[in-house]
């Protein structure tokens, strides 16, 4: 294995995520690998070393991780950073010994390690719920139970069904109630399957079976803005500055695949500019209030998370929907906000360079008055 220049006076800023080589191919970073690429252009113009490792190999001696030199990604026993940036897909990998032992390292050697865990949903409501000022934000949502569910289908007409741990849209359920009967919609491995009932009998039994002993939500329906005929959400990323202030990096529209009712990119879901869409339904000068209102909600969330979570958050994405009376809602709140925007546009993203940001201002400010 090479072994890189490293200047030790620089952050050292790593991705901890899975990482998969074939032979001849190098090594793939999945639905991450343009970002990493861009925090390594990032970090590299900043004068730091970046690197992506994986759980399997680390030591209190070294990692053994893939870090970028001349056209391709290199393995390497490479030092300690002082930053990681958790990027691990599955949750179940954030509750096992192997990561357990990783966080103890890190505590160990005074790694910083941010966004360390998913979030919950029912945690995240629980946190914003503490903020009156929020409460006209969120829309009714409880713990699921079956009782609390058809007493809540005497109030709205259509209810959502959300996995507690759930990512990218999936394992959601739509239920709509129209004259008696209901509709259950659901995204399987073959796209959206609808299933309707005519008795509350037979949609209890199916429910049961779908959802199982897994904890979930249920959710006040919204009556969401539609773009050509799609649910329409906003995804805005914000990024903390330092110890007590966060930004805003980024927004966009986010408009539901066709027959899809999540506008996830992962169901098919495409993206659109924010300013656009919503002066197609505002007007101009309305759209830009609405987008700034977006905007400090976001940040209003993002400070209440940061306030309640255990360890650090450095990047949140938040989803918010508007109504068709032009109401915002908080949808939900992300610590692990999709990457996967496919190949590099040749620019580095904003969230790149905040991420990358932080850790240099962080180590900055930790050595200022040093002896």
């Not at 790593?14 to 639905?31: I, R």
């Not at 360390?116 to 829309?139: I, T």
């Not at 069904?161 to 959601?172: F, H, M, V």
């Not at 509350?200 to 329906?221: F, N, S, W």
Request: hydrophobic letters at 40%; charged letters at 25%; aromatic letters at 10%.
């Amino acid at each position: 294995m090479t072994q890189p220049v490293i200047d030790h006076t620089k952050p050292i800023i790593a991705v901890l995520t899975e990482v998969s080589e074939k032979d001849g191919e190098g090594p793939s970073f999945k639905n991450i690998h343009a970002f990493c690429e861009e925090l390594n252009e990032y970090v590299t113009k900043n004068g730091g070393f970046f690197y992506v490792f994986t759980l399997r190999n680390t030591s209190k001696e070294a990692f053994i991780g893939y870090y970028f030199e001349g056209t391709q990604w290199q393995k390497a026993s490479l030092p300690l950073p002082n930053f990681v940036y958790n990027r691990i897909h599955s949750r179940r990998t954030e509750v096992s010994e192997k990561f357990t032992s990783f966080m103890e390292l890190a505590y160990e050697f005074n790694i910083e390690v941010f966004n360390h865990r998913f979030l919950s949903k029912w945690e995240v409501h629980k946190w914003v719920s503490q903020k009156n000022h929020l409460h006209a934000f969120l829309p009714e949502t409880y713990l699921y139970k079956e009782a609390l569910l058809l007493e809540l289908l005497e109030t709205y007409n259509a209810l959502y069904i959300k996995p507690l741990n759930g990512s990218q849209g999936r394992g959601i359920y739509l239920l709509q109630k129209e004259q008696g009967s209901f509709n259950l919609a659901y995204t399987g491995k073959e796209g959206l399957k609808q299933q309707p009932f005519t008795n509350v009998e037979d949609l209890k039994a199916a429910l049961v079976q779908k959802i199982g002993p897994k904890p979930h939500l249920v959710q006040q329906g919204i009556d969401l803005l539609k773009w050509e005929k799609n649910n329409l959400d906003f995804r805005v990323l914000c990024h903390r500055k330092n110890t007590q202030e966060w930004q805003v990096t980024s927004v966009v529209a986010r408009s539901s695949a066709e027959g899809q009712f999540a506008s996830n990119l992962a169901l098919g879901g495409k993206l659109l500019r924010p300013h656009m869409v919503l002066s197609s339904f505002f007007g101009k000068e309305m759209a830009a209030t609405k987008l700034a209102l977006m905007k400090e909600l976001a940040l209003e969330s993002s400070a209440c998370v940061s306030e309640h979570v255990d360890g650090l958050m450095v990047e949140l994405g938040i989803d918010i929907g508007i109504d068709v009376l032009g109401n915002l809602w908080l949808i939900e709140i992300n610590s692990k906000p999709s990457k996967n925007h496919g190949e590099r546009s040749g620019k580095i993203r904003p969230s790149a360079r905040a991420i990358i940001d932080y850790c240099f201002t962080n180590i900055d400010s930790e050595s200022e008055g040093e002896i």
